[in-house]
């Protein structure tokens, strides 16, 4: 039991201060709107009043956490995921996209690296074009991305996807050029003596002493998988996905739901590199690495 | 096996000469190397560091080229000795892959040689056997000790049955109590199989000791000063070490060493 306790303090300490600086804003940053209100009505009001009622309000500069909790409750629990304000439909919208990018990413990204490690010429010519790409703000070309594919008949879930793919390519073949090439000198030297080919030396020596790499670069792309998914729900008309949610939100002033949105993605971008985090620790565990 | 009159002649080499291009002028790692081995032959290499004794194993297999001179493996070219995987590398440090168990990372040559799974397995069984790693074969490489990691590396390089082991300081980077008892055991292995050994190392006991034959080398340029024939016995205790013969070679390879290698 000390194990967990001993685990989970610390972060249960951050978090309680995360929370005591939370609500204390929340009651400066609403208070002049609420006095101006009390002022107004010509109430006689106490600190506490302003307090309660900083709140309670229902466009809050800042929501208070609880006004959250209650929210995505709200929009979770007690809505039917078929209805338009379910956060479970948007949200499931949200990682659909996020999960076919980050796959589709993936497997460019390891085909990429292949190619680089394997043909110099690839190498030469790749790798700036590569590094270049994510020069580019991808809130300028998400919606070019949306617009071109949409011409070309391609709408919905893929070019939203293709978003996601976009970033999460880039840390999957850095990661994994670097992983295909870590074995040291000594590993090609011995595959050498044995007159080893080279499909041998790939698959014998390079490719898995790549694994851990393309591990860790999995976790850093399914968090900006999820960061282009929501990216690409912006241009798309704001018509479903926790972008579409931040979209709507801002257009109406509803900051609980701004707010709403942004704490389901942060905890769906938490699990998702979560699931990763053990699906490699399991996995490096059977290679007999120690993760 | 016989290919002609120098059958039992395993290496061949005559004014061997390796330059390497540094940034600052060329390095002569190996200069007009003579060098002959017989088959059966125990031979250590040893000099100070930068005299080109790994060089010149790694020019017997084939892993560096010689700028001039003539070198032949088995009567072959070093390369077609590679491709016919004429012998067995054994490396400064295990070089085992980590996320293959002991008998998979010993079974590695045999893998990418194309052997069935039970000649495979019949064989690591037998080379872990010899190497005294047997019951250790489902391990993982980090669960074991450095000694037990250099000892499944030599039978990684026993395994296919290469006439020619080639060995480069392995036992360096081991303590002295693991590295005596991996010297006797090597001694052992060598009478048993017959093979013939190239060994680098910078100890002059652990070059008395094992070998039949010493090639003593200097740096800059790396050269061959003095090749010893050793006559102590083929049976050979740890103890053979305070004997006055073996204090004899010993004593003339330090004074070789110490003549082709000026301090300034």
């Known amino acids: ?291 | 096996m016989a290919r002609d009159a120098t059958i039992s002649r395993v290496i061949d080499a005559e004014k061997l000469s390796l330059t390497f291009d540094a940034n600052d002028g060329p390095v002569h790692a190996l200069k007009d190397v003579d060098l002959a081995i017989e088959k059966g032959d125990f031979v250590s290499f040893i000099g100070p560091s930068g005299c080109g004794k790994t060089t010149l194993l790694r020019v017997i297999a084939d892993l560096e080229h010689p700028t001039s001179g003539s070198i032949t493996v088995n009567g072959m070219t070093p390369e077609q000795a590679r491709l016919e995987r004429a012998y067995g590398y054994v490396f400064q440090a295990p070089a085992l892959l980590a996320w293959r168990t002991i008998e998979r990372n010993v079974g590695l040559p045999l893998e990418i040689m194309g052997l069935s799974a039970a000649e495979k397995a019949e064989r690591v069984a037998r080379t872990l056997e010899l190497v005294g790693l047997d019951g250790f074969g489902r391990k993982f490489p980090w669960q074991l000790s450095g000694g037990m990691q250099q000892r499944a590396s030599i039978a990684r390089a026993l395994a296919f049955d290469a006439d020619l082991l080639l060995m480069d300081e392995p036992f360096g980077a081991l303590d002295e109590i693991v590295r005596d008892h991996l010297n006797e055991q090597l001694l052992q292995l060598w009478q048993k199989t017959g093979k013939t050994i190239c060994f680098v190392t910078h100890s002059i006991p652990e070059a008395v000791y094992l070998s039949n034959k010493i090639v003593v080398m200097s740096p800059r340029p790396g050269r061959v000063t003095d090749i010893i024939e050793s006559d102590l016995p083929a049976e050979r205790p740890l103890d053979i070490r305070e004997s006055k013969r073996f204090l004899e070679i010993a004593q003339r390879v330090r004074t070789g060493l110490r003549e082709g290698h000026s301090y300034e």
């Open chain 1, 1 to 291: 039991m000390t194990g967990a306790l001993s685990r989970v303090f610390p972060i249960a300490t951050v978090v309680a201060a995360i929370m005591v600086v939370w609500y204390g804003f929340t009651v400066y940053l609403n208070s002049p709107w609420q006095i101006d209100r009390y002022e107004k009505a010509g109430i006689e009001w106490q600190m506490g009043d302003l307090v309660r009622d900083t709140m309670a309000h229902d466009r809050p500069i800042l929501p208070a956490p609880h006004q959250i909790v209650v929210e995505i409750w709200e929009t979770t629990v007690e809505k039917k995921i078929t209805s338009k304000r379910s956060l479970i439909f948007h949200g499931s919208v949200t990682l659909s996209s996020t999960l076919l990018g980050f796959a589709m990413g993936t497997i460019l990204g390891i085909g990429l690296a292949v190619s680089i490690v394997e043909n110099r010429a690839m190498d030469k010519s790749l790798m700036p074009w590569i590094i270049t790409s994510q020069t580019i703000p991808i809130l300028a070309i998400a919606p070019m991305i949306i617009v071109v594919l949409n011409a070309v008949g391609l709408s919905g879930l893929v070019p939203k996807a293709m978003i996601s793919t976009y970033l999460s390519f880039f840390p999957v073949v850095v990661g994994m050029v670097k992983g295909l090439r870590s074995p040291d000198p000594m590993h090609i030297d011995l595959m050498r003596t044995y007159n080893s080919s080279r499909l041998q030396m790939f698959l014998k020596l390079r490719l898995p002493a790549s694994v851990p790499f393309l591990f860790a670069s999995m976790k850093v792309a399914i968090a900006i998988s999820l960061v282009g998914a929501i990216v690409g729900e912006l241009p798309t008309g704001a018509v479903a996905g926790l972008g579409a949610r931040l979209l709507a939100g801002s257009y109406y002033g509803q900051t609980i739901q701004i707010w709403s949105a942004l704490i389901s993605a942060a905890c769906m971008a938490a699990l998702l590199v979560g699931v990763v985090g053990v699906i490699s620790h399991v996995t490096l565990k059977r290679m007999g690495l120690r993760a």
